[in-house]
C-alpha cells in the first residue's frame, strides 16, 4: 500500500487526475487540493475539512499563460502585480472565466487565483493540465498547517496523499487583493506586506474588518485553538491569569511561564510569522490552562502575521 506522506509528484498527480484530492505543499501554509474544474473533486474537499459552509477557494496555477483560462479582463495593474509576485504569496480576486464552477468561488462572479513559489507544488501543476482549487489543508476549526504531519494529525483518515514538501517557508497564508468597483482592495492581509503591494498599484483599500492584531475574534472562528487564548500585553495578561499554567507566544523574549514559544528572538517579523500556526498547535497540545499571545507590532509582514492566527 502506497505510504500516506512522501514526495511522489507522479503518484499525487495520478490521484488529482482522477477526480481525488491530495493535500499539497505551498510556500505559505500546506493545501488540500482537487481539479478546480471538477466539481465533484472539489466537493470532496469540503467534505475532507468539513467546512459548514462553502467558502470559494483559491484555485492555483503553475504557468503565467494559465491565468487566461481562470480569470477574464486583466488590468495593467493585475499583470503588474503578478509580474512581481508570482510566484508567490499573493492572491488575486478578478472576474471569473465560465469554465471555473459555481462551487470553487461560492457562486461569486470573481475568482482567487495564485502561482505558489513551491518547487514540488509547481512541478505537480506543471505536470497536469488543470489548476487546482485549493484551501488550507485544515478540519474547519483547526490552525492551517506548515508541514506534512500537521496535515497527517488533522485529516489523515480522510485523504489518501500527502504529498510532502517540508516545512512551509512563508508560514502564514497568501495575501488576497482584488479589484472592486475599479479600485483595489485588501481581502486578507498575508505573506506579501500590503505596503509592497502599494509599491506597484498605489493605494490599496482595506474592506475587511480592522486589522486586529492576532485577533481573539478570528481565533475563535477559523483557526479556533481548543484552549483559551488572550493576546495583548503579555506582562498585564500574565498576572490577570496567575492562577493557572500559561503558556505563552512571546514575539521576541522568553519568559518564565509554564511554557513559552518566541517567535522570533531577533525579533524578525518573517521568522515569527513561520512560527506562529507551529507555537499555537505546541501549546494547544500542552498541558497548560490558557494560551497569552503578544501582540505582534502592527507593520509590513505583522499585519499579514497578526491576523490569520
Ligand atoms: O496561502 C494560501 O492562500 C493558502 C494556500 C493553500 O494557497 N490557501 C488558503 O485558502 O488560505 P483558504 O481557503 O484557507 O482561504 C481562501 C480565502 C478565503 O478566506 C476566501 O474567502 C478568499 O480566499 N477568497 C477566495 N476567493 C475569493 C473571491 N472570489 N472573493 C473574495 N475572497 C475570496
Ligand atoms: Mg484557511
Redesign the pocket.
Known sequence: MKQLIGDDVAHAAELLREGGIVAIP?E????LAANAFDEAAVLKVFEAKQRPSF????V?IGRREDVHRVMKELSPGAEALMDHFWPG?L?L?LPKQDIVPDLV?SG?D???V?M?AHPLALELLRSLDFPLA????NPFGYV?PTTAQHVADQLGDRIPYILDGGPCIVGV??T?V?LDDGRWVL??P??IAVERIEEVIGRVAVTMKKVMPVAPGMLESHYAPRKPVHVGDVITLSQQHKSKRIGMISFREDHDVHCCEVLSSSGDLSEAARHLFSALRTLDASDCDVILAERFPDEGLGRGASTIA
Open positions: 505551498t505559505t501554509v500546506y493545501g467558502d470559494p477557494l483559491i492555483h504569496p492572491t480576486v468561488t461569486l470573481t475568482v482567487g495564485r505558489p485549493a484551501p488550507s489543508a492551517s497564508e497568501s488576497i482584488g481581502y486578507r498575508g505573506g
